[in-house]
């Protein structure tokens, strides 16, 4: 069949490389991808505006495509899944991606927590406080000890939750959110409980009824070594994450998992896609035994973690995808490599701040024990790889144990170079440490 997969980053690259193995897949078509994708096998990228979706309904009659693979959550909120279904020359185009409906579980923080407290999903306390309502807001932050943690309720890129230690920072940091520091993606914002504990990713397949838990990861989202700086859009990730044993992931089924798939139906609101479930793994003061609780929903696979995740997924993915849009899901296994996954972020100097763009590449034709995905590359006129954003290319390599892994990774990055590159050296070294 011919598939169009919607994204242009490093999770677009990776998913590629694992479609376009699958035999059921005659053409791939990437919008708009980026050179990493236009040198994947079977795969040509087409210059379409994701949120364009006359241009992708266009794609769609030019390639006779037969399967629309959503990468990023920016169309799926926008209701590109509604759009499809909508119409009657596109309803036959199997989507993997859920409706307008189902993506305000990403879209709108405010009513993904409604929907964990209504279905009795673990997650921390909260308040919503809107621009009228900042008053209110400052004494509910009264309330609570530090840290607090803000977020604003829309899509704000990655960039909308904030942490801060002092109770006057926060007070500052809600007013500036209310009258509009992420824009309209802060209109509203959620001020919620601080949760003690260590982060990971899970990640759902799911057919709205039936679903498959995909490997465990765990991200970096901030700038400078030992979690420091800005936060930005993720510096790496490993996978799987050691302390997600058998006893901890039944509890993620039972209490998050198997709970949330179960209210999506109860609400009314088909589901064909993506789960990622931002978790907190946090210590029973009474037993030490770690309990997970839901930071956020996702509706989509993470980036940088899909970077360390699809590589480890063996099933035919295409055969997957196809069995979520025709309601099958259970019928099927999911096989998963037992090697663990490590990928460490290669970035633009002063990201994720300023940068310049236009950065000759070199070396990534050295590479030869890793894979490397492509977040922000471009040709250049003369065909050189150049740097086109923040986030430029993540290396990720497969190895029997965890430290085998890193130090491939790192061994194979230190071929590739451009001016004022910059990555992270510390890339899953707090999961190391406490094995020890």
């Keep these: 069949m011919n598939i169009l997969l919607v994204g242009s980053g490093g999770r677009e690259h ?5 479609i376009a193995e699958s035999e059921r897949c005659s053409a791939l078509f990437v919008a708009p991808g980026n050179a990493g994708t236009a040198r994947v096998k079977k795969c040509c990228n087409v210059d379409v505006d994701p949120l364009d979706f006359e241009a992708l309904r266009a794609v769609v009659h030019r390639h006779d495509i037969d399967m629309l693979v959503v990468g990023p959550e920016a169309p799926l909120v926008a209701g590109v899944t509604d759009f499809f279904a909508a119409n009657s020359d596109l309803r036959n185009v199997m989507v993997v991606g859920p409706g307008r409906a189902g993506a305000q579980l990403e879209g709108s923080k405010d009513f993904a927590k409604q929907f964990m407290q209504r279905h009795g999903i673990p997650t921390a306390a909260y308040r919503s406080f809107a621009a009228g309502e900042a008053a209110e807001g400052v004494a509910f932050l009264g309330s609570l000890q ?60 799911t057919d709205g009824k039936h679903y498959k838990i ?3 990861a765990k991200d970096y989202k901030r700038i400078g070594e030992g979690d ?32 949330t798939v179960r209210g999506l139906s109860r609400d009314g609101i088909p589901y064909k896609g993506f789960i990622f479930v931002g978790l907190m793994a946090v210590a029973d003061r009474a037993t030490g035994e770690l309990d997970p609780y839901v930071i956020e929903y996702n509706v989509r696979m993470g980036d940088p973690e899909t970077e360390c995740v699809f590589p480890r997924i063996t ?21 998963v490599d037992p090697r663990a996954a490590a990928c460490v972020m290669m970035v633009s100097g002063g990201y994720p ?33 150049v740097t086109s954003g923040g986030r ?37 070294q707090d999961l190391l440490k406490m094995l020890v």
């Design 392 to 428: 430029v290319l993540c290396v990720t390599a497969l190895a029997d144990s965890m430290p085998m892994a890193m130090l491939k990774s790192y061994q194979e990055l230190a071929k590739i170079s451009w001016e004022d590159c910059y990555f992270r050296r510390d890339i899953g």
């Design 353 to 385: 701040g300023h940068y310049a763009k236009g950065k000759p590449i070199q070396g990534v034709e050295q590479v030869t024990d890793c894979q490397v995905f492509h977040a922000g590359t471009s040709l250049a006129d003369d065909g050189r790889l």
């Design 14 to 18: 990776a998913m590629a490389c694992r």
């Design 214 to 216: 995909l490997p465990t």
């Design 315 to 335: 099933s035919d993915v295409v055969d997957l995808f196809e069995r979520v849009w025709r309601g099958n899901l259970q019928q099927t296994e999911l096989t």
């Design 146 to 205: 530090a840290p607090y943690v803000l977020k604003a309720d829309g899509l704000a890129a990655g960039k909308g939750v904030l942490i801060v230690d002092s109770l006057d920072e926060a007070r500052h940091e809600l007013r500036a959110m209310l009258e509009g520091k992420f824009g309209q993606a802060s209109a509203k914002v959620v001020v919620e409980q601080y949760l003690d504990g260590v982060e990971l990713s899970v990640f759902v397949l």
């Design 228 to 259: 420091t700086g800005l936060n930005t859009g993720g510096m790496g990730s490993v996978s799987p994450v050691h302390f997600a044993d058998r006893r901890f992931m039944q509890k993620v089924e039972e209490r998050i998992v198997a709970p």
